[in-house]
């Protein structure tokens, strides 16, 4: 543990706990309509005092917190692609050289929605549970040929060399966050989030907040097909961003740049712990902080002034309908 490293005289104890997400498994998650679904249990026990920080996926957060919590750390990411994990007897093809209505296991309709448009010749179910319950459907059951997982988790679970297909931008943009884990804090506790503060990682926390500004833009969340993609090279933040009807027919892709190369300044002021969409970054510097968020908010705003809003509400509708 990283925290142990960097603080070895302090004792850190692990509190494994389940969410709501975690428990119903039968139902896909854009059907349950709860923004805090993985992280309702973990904020209660926070503010109970009962842990001092709570670990999660970024891509399970809210783009808004509930008051007294912040994002005190964003790790490095992990390749926050999707991938493809075959059934053992289709080993080693891609989506394209599947047969004719295959069918496909992924409970995202941000996944569905794009790769039915790129892949229109394979069928799309949902598939529910966590990694070990999704993989061993996969091969214990002639249900699915494929079902496609984030890359980033079974990289952490050590089971990379499942990943038969990595899907890249040009086929399938990503969820806000995907591949990054965050550390929640209580806003009043200075000294957990000093601490934790160190885990941040810079660009990883740039392109988070981007992502973030762009989804709180548009108030997505997992019950409408919203993605994205972000690259930062050069001091200069690209984020493309898309929103997808459920069957992909309809969409809108858009891609911005600005500038994020800026100073950091030691100075502690009113402004300090700022938070950018729900993130505290004390030593990120907080122009290009602010730079990055307006940098989701332009695009959104450009995909809005172009029709987002009623491609995202007839997507809403229609998997309120299903």
Request: include cysteine.
């Amino acid at each position: 543990m990283r925290l142990r490293e960097l603080y070895p005289d302090l004792h850190f104890e692990i509190v494994a706990m389940s969410t709501t997400g975690d428990k119903i498994l039968d139902t896909a998650l854009s059907k349950i309509g709860e923004k805090s679904l993985f992280t309702k249990e973990l904020e209660n026990a926070l503010e109970r005092n009962e842990v001092d920080l709570v670990v999660h996926s970024l891509k399970d957060l809210p783009t808004s917190l509930p008051p007294g919590f912040t994002i005190g750390a964003v790790c490095k990411r992990e390749n926050p692609l999707d991938a493809v994990v075959f059934h053992p007897k289709n080993c080693a093809k891609s989506l394209s050289l599947l047969p004719e209505n295959s069918v496909i296991g992924t409970s995202s309709l941000r996944r569905a929605a794009q790769l039915k448009k790129k892949f229109p010749h394979l069928e799309f179910r949902d598939i529910r549970g966590n990694l070990n319950t999704r993989l061993k459907k996969l091969d214990e059951k002639e249900d699915f040929s494929a079902i496609i997982l984030a890359a980033a988790g079974l990289k952490r679970m050590g089971w990379e060399n499942r990943i038969g297909q990595l899907l890249g931008p040009e086929d399938c943009l990503y969820a806000v966050g995907q591949g990054a884990l965050a550390v929640e804090v209580r806003v009043k506790d200075q000294e957990i989030l000093n601490m934790v503060s160190a885990l941040h990682d810079a660009d990883t926390v740039l392109c988070c907040i981007a992502e973030r500004a762009f989804m709180k833009r548009l108030e997505g969340g997992c019950s409408v097909p919203v993605a994205v993609s972000t690259l930062l090279k050069d001091g200069q933040l690209y984020l493309t961003g898309a929103v997808y009807s459920l069957d992909g027919s309809d969409s809108l892709k858009e891609t911005m740049q600005t500038s994020v190369s800026y100073p950091h300044q030691n100075e502690d002021g009113p402004n300090d712990d700022v938070q950018h969409v729900g993130i505290t970054a004390k030593n990120v510097p907080g122009p290009a902080q602010e730079a990055a968020e307006n940098l989701g908010v332009e695009v959104a705003s450009l995909l809005l002034s172009k029709g987002a809003k009623q491609i995202l509400s007839v997507a809403r509708q229609l998997n309120d309908a299903r």
